[in-house]
């Protein structure tokens, strides 16, 4: 809670920074709205400030809920751009269901409300009186949505029935909410699609999965992992789950991307999803589901962001160019703003998206580090010489600067920005690549995860195995941890010790003021970055390598297949 009032407080000081105008008196104050902790030192904090001071995030005074400011909302409805068509190519149309769901209709499926209950949030009274029976908000829509199908689909012609909707739901995590990443509310597609056979559902599962993947990688520039679910994993009733896998390096967790499901008949048979086939015969309807989240978002912050603040890959960036003027002092300003003015036009008209930063009251370093920790791919710098020479200079935010000729500034900016957004996927593939690890003896497990990897493991597919290795690798953690507590202890008492051996009194509060701070700073950063729990199953990945003859790294039984293990989010 003190966190959350300190990020609301840092973020007005901030914003009231940026409406005091720079003048001479008060000095150039660009370095005071940028990131003051480290990604590597302090990634908590590194990503609270990120997205507080770049204005995507506010807080609200509801846990666990947030403000998406206009711009994330507006990387969000990039998003939305690139999916939405792509979706309905495959024949899916956009829909709205209600926010609320009956007791009776979530209590359907067993298996589905077990794997929700202790998310879900309860209506229970309107005004002063109590209803008589409580409503559920939604967690997902399956049981809103399928009595609706049951009605709809009566015969083959009906189907397919493909709709999505983009909308919100309500979980209430009591794990620690992270913003975009772990959140009580959030929003999502979800789509929800009917099929006569088992075939049709299982080609669009993969379809769906194949547009996730390139939401991720063509749009943000973020390497993902195809794959399946286990059994303990899976969607709650369905029949099988697959998955887009992602990874923070800084944090050496997993994060699940997005998931499409195959719920094979079980919810038809719930509801009474049946339809009369060709041969007359009645048969219950195959069906899936499929969602994509504003998680998308924490995870590209998490994965380009750096020390300055967001990196944004410019099919996503709300803003892919800014154009900042640098007059000379006391010069006549107007030719070189007017031919910014036409530049920024041109790239408009190009179908670039770029702003023209003309500000009189703000100092060009003020305005670079303002853009910088908002993550705009690309800076265009124009002085009085550029105006003369018919140049303008490039400065991209993943580092470099040239000079271009103004007379060809659109395919410049065009090529440039193709560049970046390459650049950045490459980067992130290459570390990804270089933590997954594969591991085949148990002894090597745990270490690899404490180097912040994950680990490709031989596994015999079995539950209870897949829960000893989670259970086995928690338990060395804790026991690391213990050790590492111990040793902290030991340093503590021996600087305590020096410090009763101070004869000045003053000397020695000082002393103990600066070792409490300082204790108190690992302390922070400990309970962090400190690892807490073991790995639990990530996906079965679809690329499998060789197994040769491997055995369980987990019970030494024969492997089945290849599976990716990790923390995660």
Known sequence: RNKAKQAIEEQRMATKQEEVPQTKKQGDKSKSIGVASTKETNFSEWYTQTITKSEMIDYYDVSGCYI????SYSIWENIQAFFDPRIKKLGVQNAYFPLFVAESALNK?????????????WVTRSGTSNLQKPIAIRPTSET?????????????????????????????EFKQPTPFLRTREFLWQE??????TLEEAAKEVTDILDLYSKVYEELLAVPVIKGKKTEKEKFPGGYYTTTVEAFIPTSGKGIQGATSHCLGQNFAKMFGIQFENEKHEKAFAWQNSWGLTTRTIGVMVMVHGDDRGLVLPPRVAPLQVVIVPIPFKDNDTTQLVNRAK???????????????????????GYKYNHWELKGVPLRLDFGPKDLEQGNIVFVRRTGGKETVPQSDIVNRVKKTLEDIQTSLLQKATEERNQRIKQVTKWEDFVPQLDAKNMCLVPWCEETVCEEDIKKRSTEAVQANLSASKKKKQERKDRENKKKEESTKLEEQTSQLSVG?????????????????????????????PPLDNHVCVGCGKTAKLWCLFGRSY
């Open 68 to 71: 998406l400011r206009p711009w």
């Open 109 to 121: 499926e067993k298996d589905h409300v077990e794997g929700f209950a202790p998310e879900v949030a």
């Open 144 to 172: 809103i949505m399928y009595p609706a199908f049951a009605n709809w689909i009566s015969s083959h012609r009906d189907l397919p029935l493909k709709v999505n909707q983009w909308a919100n739901v309500v979980r209430w």
């Open 191 to 196: 789509g929800h699609t009917a099929f006569a």
């Open 342 to 364: 036409e530049l920024t036009e041109q790239l408009s008209e190009a179908g670039v998206r770029v702003y023209l930063d003309d500000r009189t009251n703000y100092k060009p």
């Open 516 to 544: 409490e701070a300082k204790n108190q700073k690992e302390e922070e950063e400990e309970k962090f970055e400190a690892p807490t729990t073991g790995a639990k199953s990530l996906c079965i990945p679809n690329e499998q």
